[in-house]
């Protein structure tokens, strides 16, 4: 074990007490699988050589990782290491031993990420631990899609709007940005799918992408009916469960409108990660210009929503947390 630094060293307060963040922090490293990740991003990792050391593995996924709890950019994470004991201690950085990693470093190891697809790998990593757990994807799928805004303006040279990015209508509002579309199992609510597009594209045209093909059952809004065909196309022996439109010439279908709610029952759970992502991550907003950056990121954070959302069941003898 590694003899800390006094700077590291906890305060002689007589009353101190953790804190959420701390709490939320201790949780998580206790779920997520670290040994696991950091051998699959080994191989990729710079290794010590005769120029500048690189930092520790273990401490930038860790970073990499908090950006995406705490909805911090590359410059801002730095800040927060600086800032913050609780970050600083999660992410085994001593101050008395060297700086904290610094933006440029944390940018390169998202780039790395990126580069080797290893966002996609670390997703299917924690769904085959949940798998192991006992928390398995079965064959019923719930299909949605939510818009993550972008920024209507850029500080870039050609002061342009993310060309990436498209507008849409939601109700009577529009909206600039992506979609995060995503295959969420009807059981144990496990994000196994997830595909990213700009705001304009229609939930339907996503739809194959979303399913893993053993498929018995498929549920989705109403914006997903008409669909049949494209649901067998990806899952041959799925029932099509995506609700219906009630609304018609000649009124309301009442009958639709009973085997909707009925439908709804199941289709609603999909909206936890959702609210897991937005709520309790604070990802309300696209980070980076371009579909396929914010595709990795959307993949690790539902990698990580799909842990936080089992923590109960990973640690039994968790206490009830809110963060």
Not at 34 to 58: C, D, F, H, M
Not at 125 to 152: E, F, M
């Amino acid at each position: 074990m590694r003899q800390i630094t006094f700077a590291c060293q906890p305060s002689f307060e007589k009353f101190a007490r953790a804190s959420r963040r701390e709490q939320f922090l201790q949780t998580m490293d206790s779920v997520v699988p670290w040994s696991e990740l950091e051998a699959l991003i080994a191989p990729y990792y710079p290794k010590t050589g005769n120029g500048r050391q690189p930092v520790g593995l273990s401490i930038m996924l860790r970073i990499y990782f908090l950006q995406h709890w705490f909805n911090l950019s590359d410059p801002g994470a730095e800040d927060a290491l600086y800032d913050s004991p609780a970050l600083r201690g999660f992410a085994g950085v001593d101050l008395g031993r060297c700086a904290a990693p610094d933006e440029s470093t944390i940018l390169s190891f998202r780039h790395l990420l990126e580069q080797h697809d290893l966002c996609g790998k670390i997703f299917d990593t924690v769904n085959l631990y949940l798998d192991r757990k006992g928390i398995r994807i079965s064959t019923g799928t719930i299909v949605d899609a939510t818009i993550i805004a972008a920024p209507s303006s850029t500080k870039s040279s050609k002061k342009e709007r993310d060309p990436q990015m498209h507008q849409t209508k939601k109700g009577n509002q529009y909206y600039f940005g992506a979609k995060a579309h995503i295959g969420v199992d009807s059981k144990e609510c496990v994000v196994h799918s997830v595909c990213t597009s700009a705001a304009s594209v229609h939930d339907k045209h996503m739809l194959p992408g979303l399913l893993h093909g053993d498929e018995k059952k498929v549920w989705g809004d109403a914006g997903y009916q008409g669909q049949t065909e494209a649901i067998h196309e990806a899952a041959p022996k799925a029932q099509d469960m995506t609700n219906r439109r009630v609304k018609t010439k000649q009124g309301v279908d009442e009958v639709e409108k009973r085997k909707n709610r009925t439908k709804s029952r199941v289709r609603a759970k999909v909206e936890w990660p959702f609210r897991i992502l937005k709520r309790v991550f604070g990802y309300t907003k696209v980070r980076y210009r371009g579909i396929v950056k914010n595709h990795h990121w959307h993949l690790a954070a539902f990698a990580l929503v799909n842990l936080y959302q089992h923590r109960k069941r990973l640690i039994p003898q968790l206490a009830p947390l809110r963060a």
